[in-house]
């Protein structure tokens, strides 16, 4: 029986999933998605400094066509890099949409209204949109993606870039101004890649708790193929002391041992109980983000030459306060210590990156635990659900917003597993 399905999102999670249902069913689809939100926020980016962190020939839409990424490039933009401008692969997301909205035009229906409620009935449920209309689906999937970025300052500063990622954001910025950055993970890559674009050759300060730099892709090191099953269930500290022996192993080849770990580290995490993931959080998160989620070689090579050259200090410290502007005095605080240091700069910038545990702070989120129809995990970072992405009888998720049960459904790869996954279920 062919039943109606809305998926709320249309980041690469909504239009994947509705792409395989699509593909595999003969339900209808609603998709809730606002304008120019099409491709999501991890792919928002217009600047072409800042590029995927995965080769060009392993990206695609879904596993039939994995690689037609590189195929999309190769006849849109001419020369294919190893690792593209993630603006390109928005744009390939949006051409995806596009193809799929044209081969059904009678089944897929689009709705450019924000979701903030859903009531459950005897036969499914109601979506409630921003502009009071409601709509009704049989089943309904949350896709609602990564989360918005965090503001640094309380109060607005016209000197505090708070989003990087805005056209012409970083234009204001002189040659030789001093700047600050807060963060020193992926978004402050994406930050001095673009400052590299424009030639700037002022001091950068860049600060972090711990100060950790992500690491470059090195495709020297050979694959490694290890069979982790036996570690579900565990704890992390007894998959951690598993790691180091695979390290000695391997011949310290840890981006290889990383990798290996992949196609279990769903299972891995799903096997955690709350404490264990808290502990993970707090204490190992941070290690594990510079090593898995490693940025392209080029990226890396001009991280380093910043560093290397003395334009580029990396700070173990946070941030007290910042006061005035033009220039800003910044007041940071090095870590285990008692002093506070304070910086003169003509800028900062916020690289701070999504806050993970805010994905659940959104209107539709707090609405949907009130009511019982969703319950957050302890973590804070996402909704509870089954290794499907299950939440409740006829409503599930799919992507970032799964973060509490299925650690790596941020990653496209495993987005694209999840999606098809769903579909067949639903």
Same mark, same amino acid.
């Given at each position: 029986?062919?039943?109606?399905?809305?998926?709320?999102?249309?980041?690469?999670?909504?239009?994947?999933?509705?792409?395989?249902?699509?593909?595999?069913?003969?339900?209808?689809?609603?998709?809730?998605?606002?304008?120019?939100?099409?491709?999501?926020?991890?792919?928002?980016?217009?600047?072409?400094?800042?590029?995927?962190?995965?080769?060009?020939?392993?990206?695609?839409?879904?596993?039939?066509?994995?690689?037609?990424?590189?195929?999309?490039?190769?006849?849109?933009?001419?020369?294919?890099?190893?690792?593209?401008?993630?603006?390109?692969?928005?744009?390939?997301?949006?051409?995806?949409?596009?193809?799929?909205?044209?081969?059904?035009?009678?089944?897929?229906?689009?709705?450019?209204?924000?979701?903030?409620?859903?009531?459950?009935?005897?036969?499914?449920?109601?979506?409630?949109?921003?502009?009071?209309?409601?709509?009704?689906?049989?089943?309904?999937?949350?896709?609602?993606?990564?989360?918005?970025?965090?503001?640094?300052?309380?109060?607005?500063?016209?000197?505090?870039?708070?989003?990087?990622?805005?056209?012409?954001?970083?234009?204001?910025?002189?040659?030789?101004?001093?700047?600050?950055?807060?963060? !020193?993970? $992926?978004?402050?890559?994406?930050?001095? /890649?673009?400052? %590299?674009?424009?030639?700037? &050759? #002022?001091? @950068?300060?860049?600060?972090?708790?711990?100060?950790?730099?992500?690491?470059?892709?090195?495709?020297?090191?050979?694959?490694?193929?290890?069979?982790?099953?036996?570690?579900?269930?565990?704890?992390?500290? !007894?998959? $951690?002391?598993?790691?180091?022996?695979? /390290?000695?192993? %391997?011949?310290?080849?840890? &981006? #290889?041992? @990383?990798?290996?770990?992949?196609?279990?580290?769903?299972?891995?995490?799903?096997?955690?109980?709350?404490?264990?993931?808290?502990?993970?959080?707090?204490?190992?998160?941070?290690?594990?983000?510079?090593?898995?989620?490693?940025?392209?070689?080029?990226?890396?090579?001009?991280?380093?030459?910043?560093?290397?050259? #003395?334009?580029?200090?990396?700070?173990?410290?946070?941030?007290?306060?910042?006061?005035?502007?033009?220039?800003?005095?910044?007041?940071?605080?090095?870590?285990?210590?008692?002093?506070?240091?304070?910086?003169?700069?003509?800028?900062?910038?916020?690289?701070?990156?999504?806050?993970?545990?805010?994905?659940?702070?959104?209107?539709?989120?707090?609405?949907?635990?009130?009511?019982?129809?969703?319950?957050?995990?302890?973590?804070?970072?996402?909704?509870?659900?089954?290794?499907?992405?299950?939440?409740?009888?006829?409503?599930?998720?799919?992507?970032?917003?799964?973060?509490?049960?299925?650690?790596?459904?941020?990653?496209?790869?495993?987005?694209?597993?999840?999606?098809?996954?769903?579909?067949?279920?639903?």
């Amino acid at each position: 029986m062919s039943k109606s399905i809305a998926i709320i999102g249309t980041g690469y999670s909504g239009i994947i999933l509705a792409w395989e249902i699509l593909t595999r069913t003969d339900h209808q689809v609603l998709i809730f998605g606002l304008e120019g939100t099409d491709g999501g926020l991890a792919y928002s980016s217009t600047d072409v400094s800042h590029l995927l962190n995965v080769p060009s020939e392993k990206m695609g839409f879904n596993n039939a066509n994995h690689g037609d990424f590189f195929h999309w490039v190769q006849a849109n933009m001419g020369s294919v890099p190893q690792f593209s401008p993630r603006f390109y692969f928005k744009q390939y997301l949006i051409d995806c949409f596009k193809e799929l909205v044209n081969q059904h035009p009678t089944r897929l229906q689009i709705i450019r209204q924000s979701v903030h409620n859903l009531i459950r009935n005897q036969r499914g449920f109601l979506i409630l949109t921003e502009d009071q209309k409601n709509y009704f689906c049989h089943t309904c999937v949350l896709a609602s993606g990564n989360p918005a970025y965090t503001n640094l300052a309380k109060l607005a500063n016209p000197h505090i870039i708070e989003n990087i990622y805005e056209p012409l954001a970083l234009d204001k910025i002189s040659s030789h101004d001093r700047v600050m950055i807060a963060g !020193s993970s $992926l978004s402050m890559v994406d930050a001095l /890649l673009s400052l %590299h674009q424009k030639k700037h &050759r #002022g001091p @950068i300060i860049a600060f972090s708790r711990r100060g950790f730099l992500p690491h470059g892709h090195d495709f020297s090191h050979p694959p490694v193929l290890i069979d982790w099953s036996n570690q579900i269930g565990t704890p992390w500290s !007894s998959i $951690l002391k598993r790691f180091h022996q695979e /390290l000695k192993n %391997h011949s310290h080849n840890w &981006r #290889g041992v @990383i990798d290996s770990l992949r196609p279990y580290t769903q299972s891995l995490w799903y096997g955690l109980n709350t404490a264990q993931k808290n502990s993970f959080l707090q204490h190992l998160r941070p290690y594990w983000d510079i090593h898995r989620h490693r940025i392209a070689p080029e990226a890396h090579k001009i991280v380093s030459n910043m560093l290397s050259s #003395g334009q580029l200090k990396i700070k173990m410290a946070r941030m007290i306060k910042i006061h005035g502007n033009d220039p800003c005095s910044a007041f940071l605080k090095p870590r285990g210590e008692k002093r506070i240091d304070e910086y003169q700069v003509e800028w900062v910038l916020n690289c701070l990156g999504p806050a993970i545990q805010a994905c659940l702070d959104r209107p539709l989120m707090k609405n949907l635990i009130q009511s019982g129809l969703g319950t957050a995990c302890k973590t804070g970072i996402g909704l509870i659900t089954d290794p499907i992405g299950k939440v409740s009888e006829n409503l599930y998720a799919i992507g970032p917003i799964c973060r509490a049960s299925l650690w790596e459904c941020i990653a496209v790869p495993d987005i694209r597993i999840q999606a098809e996954k769903l579909a067949k279920e639903v």
